[in-house]
């Protein structure tokens, strides 16, 4: 690692840990220094990493403050990550804002958990069909491409179904959970379905779990 990466990673590093304090705060300064590391993609993978170190410790509960700061950091990190179609760098944001929350108290004295999801899913980019459309065909076209060593033609076919299935069905349920409308959510998945040969008992198992949501 050269000193630049270094320092970046130390700057966000302490970014993060100012957001697990008591009585977090960070300076305007602080935030245009994220701003400008997160702008690359070599700086985006890095917070990847910073932030995925709190979810190895289970640190996944966030105080109301914390909440808004992170969902803060993470909107900027989309909007650079959406601009230069960093689909890499987007897809981890996506599975870790499913992970950590702050806890809200209703009118009832009821405690339920609100995830940085519900912030993120605010940000334009997950409300645009191209964006998902192009971050679905990234993965799976990179996971077709991967040579299974000592496969046979059969049992090649048969992973790379498997592969496509457990891919769409993991984007569709993403797509729904960031607000994506339901015929929507069901054409973009069809069609990779589709353009990628998913058998018929594939299309069927997506259906069903479509229907249930």
């Known amino acids: 690692m050269n000193k630049e990466t270094q320092e970046q990673k130390n700057a966000l590093q302490k970014i993060l840990g100012t957001c697990w304090e008591i009585e977090p705060d960070l300076p305007p300064l602080e935030i245009q220094q994220f701003d ?19 979810r190895k410790k289970g640190l996944f509960s966030l105080s109301h403050k914390a ?30 804002s499913e992970t950590f929350y ?11 958990r609100v995830y940085l999801q519900e912030a993120l899913s605010k ?24 040579p299974a060593e000592g496969e046979l033609p059969e049992e090649r076919k048969f992973r790379e179904m498997h592969e496509v299935f457990s891919k769409l069905g993991t984007y569709a349920h993403n797509m729904l959970q960031f607000g994506m409308e339901k015929k929507l959510v ?3 998945v069809f069609k990779y379905a589709q353009d990628n040969s998913l058998s018929e008992h594939y299309k069927n198992a997506i259906q069903v779990c479509l229907m249930r949501r």
């Not at 191209?130 to 990179?142: A, S």
């Open 36 to 54: 400008e590391i997160v702008k690359s993609q070599s700086g985006r993978q890095l917070f990847c990493e910073c932030f995925n170190v709190f």
């Open 67 to 96: 909440y808004a700061l992170v969902s803060k950091l993470l909107y900027i990190f989309a909007d650079h990550a959406s601009q230069n179609s960093d689909f890499a760098s987007i897809m981890p944001i996506v599975i870790l």
């Open 102 to 112: 702050t806890a809200q108290t209703d009118m009832n004295g009821l405690t339920s």
């Open 123 to 146: 940000h334009p980019c997950f409300r645009s069909e191209t964006f998902w459309t192009t971050l679905i065909t990234y993965p799976l076209n990179g996971e077709m491409q991967k």
């Open 186 to 188: 069901e054409f973009i």
